[in-house]
């Protein structure tokens, strides 16, 4: 896939451009080694927790990167960016709101998720990308690694030359310092609401497609099938059913309106509670926790010397 | 500088603050007494200890020690009250330190080489007794970054006398 414009990438992807691919023996064997592969079975404590709540934790990203959400993919990565997204959103809301004394440092990078997908074709499963990130490999994010990778300013055509060749053993260890801890299976709506009340991020491969005009209310309808991955950062439940804000990552492909609780970034949308049962039972959603993140950097001083 | 509006107008607040306290002068009145009282109070055991040297560094220096220390003790008095009433303006470690900065300018307050170890006493409270890492501010490094600046008000304000 060559260097693509938001219009582009809209229209290749409903064409039948495959960026998700389902691979069964990766899914199983996620499942088979996640300390908690479904998500019930992990959070019971936290059932219902996000009945009748507006959640946002997108906007903890945006306290630390406001342009988070303008990247945009220029090949067939989206479950990389997918995947970043949501470990982003995990990792700033365990800073922001449940002050973990960590560093944000930057937003994810999407090169070595996307480059461990082991083909040189386009596309991988969100299942792989969730197991390098919790397992194989790990989160790096946009900076230099000297002697690594430079992965400060994203580099669609790094990830897919990756591909066929594998990661570098250099960037693999590095991204292994840092893992997301738990990976668990979203097959429902309360699932995915009550994730979202506790900070997780999800990524969700799915075959839905979706209008680029959002409603006075910012929902966009369902439209075409894309073999798509995106990211589900908010949930309103406010309303009597869960409505989820998803995030894609091809920039700003789409525009309309915003919900009554506030403005949504740039490629995003909101969808009703039934489109996004009908996306959970494709089995390609997963939500993020427990991010072994990066240590604070230290502060060179208080600034007392500059007049004292 | 990345600083928001807000925090921009809550230092300019504290500027206007103390210039009309009278303890921010323009040149001509740098010699003029300090007219209102200005009390702190003694902060806790760890905070005082942590506060001597800054106390210590400035009755050891000018001989501007009175007017000076009384400026810094209001300056922090208000740094202090500043973060412990908006969780929106000051977030970070990092924005604490900006802010003092950007107050020492908007004041003009210079006094680099008359009080020697000012600075480090200073900055080693807040390390020993806040963080010294560049970390979000919760409630707990809110509470204890308002006590500090307090603190650096009380031993600035003692060490003019």
């Known amino acids: ?308 | 500088m990345k600083l928001n509006k807000l925090l921009i107008l809550g230092i300019a607040l504290i500027g206007f603050s103390l210039y009309n306290s009278g303890s921010f002068s323009l040149p001509s009145f740098v010699n003029s007494q300090v007219c209102d009282t200005l009390t702190i109070d003694r902060p806790n055991d760890e905070l005082v200890q942590l506060a001597e040297p800054v106390t210590e560094a400035l009755r050891n220096g000018s001989e501007d020690r009175e007017q000076d220390g009384v400026r810094l003790a209001r300056l922090y008095r208000d740094m202090s009250l500043l973060i412990s009433v908006d969780a929106d303006i000051l977030k970070t470690t990092e924005a604490i330190r900006q802010a003092n900065v950007l107050s020492a300018k908007i004041l003009k307050i210079d006094l680099r080489g008359k009080y020697k170890g000012l600075s480090e006493a200073a900055d080693n409270l807040f390390k020993n007794y806040v963080s010294s890492d560049a970390v979000t501010l919760d409630d707990e490094l809110r509470q204890k970054s308002s006590d500090a600046f307090s603190a650096l008000a009380w031993g600035c304000l003692e060490g003019s006398k």
């Open chain 1, 1 to 308: 896939m060559p260097r693509m414009t938001p219009d582009q990438l809209y229209n290749e992807y409903r064409k039948g451009f495959s960026g998700c691919l389902w691979e069964p023996h990766v899914y199983e064997e996620l499942i088979a080694t996640s300390k908690y592969a479904y998500f019930k079975d992990g959070a019971r404590r936290i059932k219902n927790s996000g009945k009748g709540q507006l959640s946002t934790p997108f906007k903890s990203v945006l306290k630390f990167d406001k342009n988070a959400y303008i990247e945009r993919q220029t090949t067939g990565d989206c479950v990389s960016h997918a995947t970043r997204n949501a470990c982003d959103v995990t990792r700033a809301v365990e800073i922001d709101i449940k002050g973990d004394k960590e560093s944000w440092v930057a937003r994810g990078a999407t090169e070595a998720i996307y480059g461990c997908r082991g083909h040189g074709g386009q596309g991988m499963s969100c299942s792989r990308a969730a197991t390098f990130v919790s397992q194989t490999g790990g989160v790096l994010v946009r900076k230099n690694y000297p002697g690594v990778a430079d992965f400060s300013k994203y580099n669609g055509n790094m990830g897919a030359k990756w591909g066929s060749r594998g990661l570098p053993d250099k960037v693999i260890d590095e991204a292994d310092n840092h893992q997301v801890r738990t990976v668990s299976l979203i097959r429902t709506v309360e699932e995915a609401r009550d994730a979202l009340a506790n900070g997780y991020g999800l990524s969700v491969c799915s075959g839905y497609g979706f209008s680029n005009r959002r409603d006075s209310k910012g929902f966009s309808r369902k439209s075409g099938s894309w073999a798509h991955a995106m990211a589900w950062t908010a949930c309103d439940d406010t309303n009597g059913e869960p409505a989820f804000l998803v995030q894609n990552s091809w920039g700003k492909w789409n525009d309309g309106g915003h919900p009554e609780w506030g403005p949504i970034p740039d490629g995003s949308f909101l969808i009703h509670a039934d489109v996004a049962e009908g996306m959970l039972r494709q089995n390609g959603a997963y939500a993020f926790s427990d991010f072994n993140g990066f240590p604070p950097q230290k502060l060179p001083d208080y600034g007392f010397g500059e007049y004292l």
